[in-house]
């Protein structure tokens, strides 16, 4: 759906892109996979993406990271959330860009934990569960959650049985204890 959050997927291989766009199909995004960094920069200066996860290691000898700095001191780039993904890099290659002022927003080691990726792609951007028909979830809306305010089953029985005696709508200590008493 062209309406969702755009995330760029930067690798080339399938069987690591395969279950990333599977497990971010269940939320309201839309994947782009692009299998090479040869024109990243162009595409997404193009239209910024919401979220970019970059591979580390790229086919013809691109390097992610100098990707990820590039991509850092472009612009409308500079400010999406990006993601470096590697099968190859250390806690202390890890630790090292990270320092920079061209740091990516987290580091994940492959194989990924696709949990792991999701709970950090949440705290860089807004995710919103689809439900089986491909719509947000309900309890969804355009800030995030939707604060529940109905009635526990006890207190509408309350207000209902105030109504029917036709009183005056049940004083909010019955309300209370009603509750109290679930």
């Known amino acids: 759906n062209e309406d969702y959050p755009r995330v760029l997927l930067i690798e080339s291989d399938s069987e690591v892109a395969d279950p990333i766009t599977g497990v971010l199909s269940d939320y309201a995004l839309t994947i782009e996979v692009i299998n090479d960094g040869a024109d990243v920069l162009a595409k997404a200066q193009a239209s910024p993406p919401a979220l970019i996860l970059l591979c580390v290691e790229l086919p013809d000898g691109k390097n992610g990271y100098a990707l990820c700095n590039k991509i850092r001191k472009k612009s409308p780039l500079k400010d999406v959330p990006l993601l470096v993904l590697s099968s190859e890099g250390s806690a202390e290659i890890f630790e090292q860009h990270g320092g920079l002022k061209t740091r990516a927003n987290a580091y994940l080691h492959k194989p990924l934990d696709l949990q792991q990726l999701v709970a950090n792609i949440s705290n860089v951007m807004d995710l919103h ?52 008493q679930e």
């Open 129 to 180: 569960p689809l439900d089986n028909d491909g719509g947000t979830h309900p309890e969804f809306g355009a800030e995030g959650p939707l604060e529940d305010t109905s009635l526990s089953p006890l207190a509408t029985n309350v207000v209902e049985e105030a109504a029917l005696a036709e009183e005056a709508p049940a004083p909010i200590d019955a309300v209370l204890s009603a509750i109290d």
